[in-house]
């Protein structure tokens, strides 16, 4: 082995802490891109595999009953490629343990019983000619402990049926099982039975009332929903959509597209914070051996040689971070993919190594480790030998701004050693001061989101859903049948929604959103603003999202061009009253009674508010699970609930995961940031030592510094961070978020605890170090 080659390991084994905290900080910018970025992609993946595999289909529409001639003619509409009509019946199911029963629907089979875009996952499909034989969701079983051969009894067009439960499946379309606006394994249930079977139970022979469409690849999907639509709305169609709008698939859409936010941005921020951690705090560590690479060039090394020496250093750093960051990243992405088995019922769900994001993340972060440490290199090398092995100059020192306060006065003879140290390196402190910031600023960036949630769930749906039940209608009925509701056993007060489907149109574009029909002056249900005012709903108009304004192109003052989609195409203009700065999706409001007279029908419902009294719930829910126009109950407090639970779990993965990589970075920069320092001044401190200072005084010097940086640190880290948070968020899509950035003092106390943790924990290991300083080496190193 060649001395030089001795003295890599040397160096290695001697700076062996710095070397494994800079490794651990490559590595966990190249963990946090493997892992959340990967974990995103197989997600979508998942999806997509699943969607090619079942042939999901791209338009749906429901309708009220056609003969099954129909279904050859929208079979020959040009731009489809295959027709699926089938009848579809709401039923209730009542569980053992249940306050409510479980709401969903029983879907036909194909007449030959085959299980046509569904997953098999127990049992076996239903015998054409057995009329009492279903499979049912897997969600569903799985939570109520449903098996082949079991029994279930179901409500189902007005009638209690007794099902024989012959296997469980998946459908693309129930990825998501959804009730009441939140995934509800449990109150979700999907059966699926032949044809005839089902047509027997529900007296619909020989004619469908649901249809699925696939198009072939050069279909426009809007001329195609034209033509469905022309021909179904003799039949009673409630309009064809797309895949966009199918329930499932949105909530599916929507979890991605959170998802991709917080999976590939934060990343990227990730890793250009890592490397500029990397380049910084490896170049001071090259720049430390000043002397040593100016010997090597003394001994007859040529400067290529030295740059493999050097090369080497950062080599092992790179492989020993790259490595540890590749497993660490591959470990979290496949425990995060397994978190998101439970949310997502996809057949396949599993974390795959991407090769391009290990390529990516590998590049940057030894890109700039790399380049820090040649570019220190580099300096020393343009020195001439003789030169590069003496001491460097002392930096001429100037007053500086702590000077100018007269702290130096103050502070003591070690004081001034302090400010005149920082005084003189205005540089080194400023680099050291941004790298302790930055790891701030991904402590903040990893809870924020956290606190939006928060913010979320207790301001926006606490002050605005103010109603204990939420019960949902199967079809609009009168504003009279209110009296009924506010009449229910445990009721203490009714309140009447209208929810109207729409496509709202203007010099922009459109959108199809619920145009809600409210009365002024109730009081469960409010609309806030940005700040959390209440806005009441205008008599004379519209009042929208100010988002949809924008989209559409509209003012106030100006009239929207609004289309029935529920069936009724009526077409009408409304002007626009006021406009809302809201903080979910788009949304339109409009008084109830004027919204009747639009629609030139009676005030009705869809929905009714409900405010109860809680002794009487049981009596309640199991009162209104007897009305058969009740389709859906919801309780507000159980749908937060649901909610927090929805998000919550994966969120508390992805924060803590992300704040678990920041702790790692901030550890890293400031224990570099304290040794480097203690190399460069131990010829000092050893000086102050012999002049008769004790070593916790001298300790005082080193520490004091490293204090004041955490110090100045801290404050700018915070504003970064809640800088990061905000670009971050800036790239959300406004039409589903429009959220503020708000960071709470938890988490801005939380990342500053953490820093000072590492600071502490920093101080203590350098005392440590002092404390072993030997005094002759220490004054020696540069005579």
């Given at each position: 082995m060649r001395a030089i080659d001795r003295k890599l390991l040397r160096d290695l084994g001697r700076m062996r802490g710095q070397v494994i905290t800079i490794a651990l900080v490559l590595a966990a910018g190249v963990a946090a891109t493997i892992s959340l970025t990967g974990t995103y992609r197989a997600l979508g993946a998942a999806r997509d595999d699943y969607y090619a595999a079942q042939g999901f289909p791209d338009l749906f529409v429901h309708l009220e009953r056609a003969p099954d001639v129909v279904g050859d003619r929208l079979a020959a509409i040009p731009g489809v490629a295959a027709v699926t009509p089938r009848l579809v019946e709401p039923l209730a199911a009542w569980m053992p343990g249940q306050a409510r029963p479980a709401t969903g629907t029983a879907v036909s089979l194909p007449d030959d019983g085959s299980l046509r875009g569904l997953v098999l996952r127990q049992g076996r499909g239903p015998e054409p000619g057995r009329a009492d034989e279903v499979v049912v969701l897997e969600s569903f079983a799985a939570v109520h402990q449903l098996a082949p051969g079991d029994r279930l009894e179901v409500v189902m067009a007005g009638r209690r049926h007794r099902l024989r439960v012959v296997g469980t499946v998946m459908s693309p379309e129930h990825v998501f099982p959804v009730a009441g606006g939140v995934i509800n394994p449990a109150g979700v249930v999907v059966v699926w039975m032949p044809r005839r079977a089902l047509a027997a139970r529900t007296g619909r022979v020989a004619a469908f009332d649901d249809v699925t469409f696939v198009l072939t690849e050069d279909a426009k999907p809007d001329v195609v929903i034209a033509?469905?639509?022309?021909?179904?709305?003799?039949?009673?169609?409630?309009?064809?959509?797309?895949?966009?709008?199918?329930?499932?698939?949105?909530?599916?859409?929507?979890?991605?597209?959170?998802?991709?936010?917080?999976?590939?941005?934060v990343p990227v921020v990730f890793l250009l914070v890592a490397a500029f951690l990397l380049n910084v705090v490896l170049g001071r560590l090259i720049q430390l051996q000043r002397e040593q690479l100016a010997v090597l060039r003394a001994l007859g090394y040529r400067r290529a040689a030295i740059a493999r020496h050097v090369g080497g250093f950062a080599a092992v750093i790179v492989l020993a971070g790259g490595a540890l960051g590749v497993g660490a990243g591959a470990a979290l992405g496949s425990a995060m993919t397994q978190l998101y088995v439970r949310f997502f019922h996809f057949p396949e769900l599993a974390f795959h190594l991407e090769p391009d994001l290990i390529?990516?993340?590998?590049?940057?972060?030894?890109?700039?480790?790399?380049?820090g440490a040649f570019?220190?290199?580099?300096?020393?090398?343009?020195?001439?030998?003789?030169?590069?092995?003496?001491?460097?100059?002392?930096?001429?020192?100037?007053?500086?701004?702590?000077?100018?306060?007269?702290?130096?006065?103050?502070?003591?003879?070690l004081g001034r050693v302090i400010v005149r140290e920082i005084e003189r390196k205005p540089l080194a402190l400023l680099l050291s001061v941004v790298g302790v910031g930055f790891a701030v600023a991904i402590v903040v960036l990893g809870r924020f989101s956290r606190d939006s949630l928060d913010l979320l769930l207790d301001d926006v749906m606490a002050r605005s859903m103010r109603e204990d039940v939420a019960v949902v209608l199967a079809r609009p009925a009168p504003v009279t049948d209110l009296g009924w509701f506010a009449h229910a056993p445990g009721v203490l007060a009714a309140e009447p929604v209208r929810s109207v489907p729409v496509r709202m149109t203007g010099p922009r574009g459109h959108r199809d959103l619920v145009l809600t029909g409210q009365r002024p002056g109730d009081r469960l249900r409010r609309i806030l603003d940005g700040r959390g005012r209440p806005v009441p709903v205008p008599r004379d108009g519209l009042l929208i999202s100010e988002v949809l304004a924008r989209r559409l192109g509209v003012a106030v003052g100006d009239r929207l061009a609004i289309e029935r989609r529920d069936g009724d195409r009526r077409r009408l203009t409304l002007p626009v009253a006021a406009t809302v700065d809201d903080r979910l999706g788009l949304s339109a409001y409009l008084d109830l009674d004027a919204l009747a007279a639009a629609l030139h029908e009676t005030p009705q419902l869809s929905q009714v508010l409900l405010a109860i009294d809680a002794r009487e719930r049981d009596h309640l829910l199991a009162t209104l699970a007897q009305v058969p126009a009740v389709v859906e109950v919801i309780e507000v407090a159980s749908f937060r609930d649901a909610f927090a639970a929805q998000s919550g779990d994966s969120m508390t993965f992805f924060t803590w995961l992300v704040v678990g990589l920041g702790v790692v970075i901030a550890v890293g920069v400031v224990y570099n940031n304290a040794r480097v320092a203690l190399s460069e001044r131990a010829r000092d401190l050893a000086t102050l030592r012999v002049l008769g200072y004790r070593r916790g005084e001298v300790a005082v010097v080193l520490i004091g510094q490293l204090a004041f940086q955490v110090a100045l640190a801290v404050p700018l880290g915070l504003v970064a961070g809640w800088a990061l948070a905000s670009a971050l968020m800036a790239t959300a899509d406004p039409e589903q978020y429009r959220f503020p950035v708000v960071i709470s003092a938890q988490t801005y106390g939380f990342a500053t605890l953490v820093v000072g943790g590492a600071a502490l924990a920093t101080a203590a290991l350098v005392r440590r170090r002092l404390d072993r300083l030997d005094l002759i080496d220490a004054m020696k190193a540069r005579d």
């Open positions: 033509a469905i639509d022309r021909e179904l709305t003799p039949w009673g169609g409630l309009g064809a959509y797309g895949r966009d709008q199918q329930l499932s698939h949105r909530f599916v859409s929507q979890e991605l597209e959170q998802l991709e936010v917080l999976a590939t941005r390529a990516i993340a590998l590049v940057v972060c030894a890109g700039a480790t790399v380049a570019v220190a290199m580099r300096r020393v090398l343009r020195l001439a030998p003789a030169e590069a092995m003496r001491a460097p100059a002392p930096a001429r020192y100037r007053p500086g701004l702590l000077s100018w306060l007269h702290l130096t006065r103050v502070a003591g003879p």
